[in-house]
Nanobody, 129 residues
């Protein structure tokens, strides 16, 4: 049974930084595209950053230059370093693993036809102004 567990959320002031981590219990983790999604109250879940099995990264425009995704295939982890945080970054952040898909269509509003196979429970990020 695959499992994803996020950690590292919390409350920060605008301009601050946080680092989220996701530990994946997946047998062939290195084959998966890893994606960080977020969902704010009343809004759609959106993909904000992804990293391919080979380490290629993509970001949604609203976080480019502020969020950085990385993975460690030896440790089965994926991290999201967030700097210069803004109040609009406030959301529940989810780690997701996709075996079937890995491309820009995973970013932005979640598209059900490309939904990742595995999801974590989420970690809350709150940015105050």
């Amino acid at each position: 049974q695959a499992q994803l567990v996020e950690s590292g959320g919390g409350s920060v002031q605008a301009g601050g930084s946080l680092r989220l981590s996701c530990a994946a219990s997946i047998r062939t983790y290195w084959h998966y595209c890893m994606v960080w999604f977020r969902q704010a109250p009343g809004k759609e879940r959106e993909g904000v950053a992804l990293i391919s099995p080979e380490g290629s990264t993509s970001y949604v425009d609203s976080v480019k230059g502020r969020f950085f995704i990385s993975r460690d295939n030896a440790k089965n982890t994926v991290d999201l370093q967030m700097i210069r945080l803004k109040p609009e970054d406030t959301a529940m952040y989810y780690c997701a693993a996709s075996l079937s898909w890995c491309g820009g269509y995973l970013l932005g509003p979640l598209k059900r036809q490309y939904e990742p196979e595995y999801w974590g429970q989420g970690t809350q990020v709150t940015v105050s102004s």
